[in-house]
T-cell receptor, first 111, second 114 residues
Framework: DAKTTQPPSMDCAEGRAANLPCNHS???????VYWYRQIHSQGPQYIIH???NNETNEMASLIITEDRKSSTLILPHATLRDTAVYYC????????????FGQGTELSVKP | DTAVSQTPKYLVTQMGNDKSIKCEQN?????MYWYKQDSKKFLKIMFS???????INETVPNRFSPKSPDKAHLNLHINSLELGDSAVYFC?????????????FGSGTQLSVL
């Protein structure tokens, strides 16, 4: 299981883009990069995932470097409701949904 | 309709008691999980079931016994509760059929053992 490293905290101004970095230098070729977030007192919420290509959905964009050693989650227009802990997780297809959560990045969106 | 629902939301009990937490999903998923979040906010998998069959058991004490009566339900029974069992327990489900598993989590059960 690849270990991921994230900054413990970040601030972002409301309405601006939030760019959350993640290092996963030991990721193996078949491991996907998943992003989840946990808003205070709620269960974790799936955001997005990718293998090699950049991905975009209604919540966010995921940029994965060509060497796959790092990625960035982008929330294009952060709102106060995006304040949460964001987790970057590397998981392979044979891990049966066993997400290994680190400490994540606590994102504070400020007015 | 809540996709993954667990009850109760709060559970306060005395040491030594036996308690259960129920979980149901209406997403038609094949795989269900129990995760535990301790006081330091670390989230860790405890169990997973695929179509009622135990797939993952992360060296959880025998006092914890998951039960899956059908693939839409995964209940967690805890015997002889200890102070250290105090935590938030999250149920989750995923399709369980492909290479890419997206997990959907319930809102959690906060267990306090006194």
């Amino acid at each position: 299981d690849a270990k991921t490293t994230q900054p413990p905290s970040m601030d972002c101004a409301e309405g601006r883009a939030a760019n959350l970095p993640c290092n996963h230098s030991t990721i193996s070729g078949n491991e996907y990069v998943y992003w989840y977030r946990q808003i205070h007192s709620q269960g974790p919420q799936y955001i997005i995932h990718g293998l090699k290509n950049n991905e975009t959905n209604e919540m966010a964009s995921l940029i994965i470097t060509e060497d796959r050693k790092s990625s960035t989650l982008i929330l294009p227009h952060a709102t106060l409701r995006d304040t949460a802990v964001y987790y970057c997780i590397a998981m392979g297809p044979n891990q049966g949904g066993k997400l290994i959560f680190g400490q994540g990045t606590e994102l504070s969106v400020k007015p | 309709d809540t996709a993954v629902s667990q009850t109760p939301k709060y559970l306060v009990t005395q040491m030594g008691n036996d308690k259960s937490i129920k979980c149901e999903q209406n997403l038609g998923h094949d795989t269900m999980y129990w995760y535990k979040q301790d006081s330091k906010k670390f989230l860790k998998i405890m169990f997973s079931y695929n179509n009622k069959e135990l797939i993952i058991n992360e060296t959880v004490p025998n006092r914890f016994s998951p039960k899956s009566p059908d693939k839409a339900h995964l209940n967690l029974h805890i015997n002889s509760l200890e102070l250290g069992d105090s935590a938030v327990y999250f149920c989750a489900s995923s399709p369980g059929r492909g290479r890419e598993e997206k997990l959907f989590f319930g809102s959690g059960t906060q267990l306090s053992v006194l």
